[in-house]
Structures are given as structure tokens and as C-alpha cells.
């Protein structure tokens, strides 16, 4: 009985850690890469829709190996809405992506 329990208990926690998470889809991925790429210019000055669509472009291409890397990583059901409210790339790591 006492086994029981403890398989019970080890259940229930391991249901609750993964809780709210699910498997980081390609869409997830270049949301987390759009954002970061449109902070970072924002922060630099730079203003112009042109010039952030071929840094967009440029950067997806530069860093599709990570893009490759992050499908299937384990992210926070909320990561949309954090990343549409994050002031900063530092509160996108930690926040969003903890």
C-alpha cells in the first residue's frame, strides 16, 4: 500500500511539472525568433518596415539551425501572450522561456 502511494504521488507531481507545456512547434520557434529580432532593432533605433522584414528574412536564414533545435523543446502554454507583452529579449528568456 505504502508502494502505492508513493508510485501515486510520484505520478501526480510529474502530471503537474509538465502541466501548462507542450512541445515547441516551427510556428512557436520563429515567434520566439520574430520577437527577439524585433526588440533587438527596436532597441538599436530602427524603425524602418523594410529593413526589419530583411532582418527577419537574413536572421531566419542565419539561424535556421537553431530554429531546427528549438522544435520540440518543451515551452510554456502561455509563450504567445508573453511574448506579445515582453518589453526586453532578457524578459523573453526568462520569463517566457523558463
Same mark, same amino acid.
Given at each position: 500500500? &505504502?508502494?502505492?502511494?508513493?508510485?501515486?504521488? $510520484? *505520478?501526480?507531481?510529474?502530471? *503537474?511539472?509538465?502541466?501548462?507545456?507542450?512541445?515547441?512547434?516551427?510556428?512557436?520557434?520563429?515567434?520566439?525568433?520574430?520577437?527577439?529580432?524585433?526588440?533587438?532593432? !527596436?532597441? !538599436?533605433?530602427? &524603425? /524602418?518596415? $523594410?529593413?526589419?522584414?530583411?532582418?527577419?528574412?537574413?536572421?531566419?536564414?542565419? *539561424?535556421?539551425? /537553431?530554429? /531546427?533545435?528549438?522544435?520540440?523543446?518543451?515551452? &510554456?502554454? !502561455?509563450?504567445?501572450?508573453?511574448?506579445?507583452?515582453?518589453?526586453? !529579449?532578457?524578459?523573453?528568456?526568462?520569463?517566457?522561456? /523558463?
Amino acid at each position: 500500500m &505504502r508502494l502505492l502511494r508513493l508510485l501515486l504521488l $510520484i *505520478f501526480v507531481v510529474a502530471h *503537474f511539472a509538465g502541466c501548462n507545456r507542450h512541445p515547441a512547434t516551427e510556428d512557436d520557434c520563429e515567434a520566439i525568433l520574430h520577437r527577439l529580432v524585433d526588440l533587438e532593432l !527596436s532597441e !538599436s533605433g530602427y &524603425r /524602418d518596415p $523594410i529593413l526589419r522584414t530583411r532582418w527577419q528574412n537574413d536572421l531566419n536564414h542565419r *539561424f535556421a539551425e /537553431d530554429l /531546427d533545435r528549438c522544435r520540440g523543446r518543451e515551452v &510554456r502554454s !502561455s509563450l504567445r501572450p508573453c511574448l506579445a507583452t515582453a518589453q526586453s !529579449s532578457e524578459e523573453i528568456i526568462h520569463h517566457c522561456l /523558463d
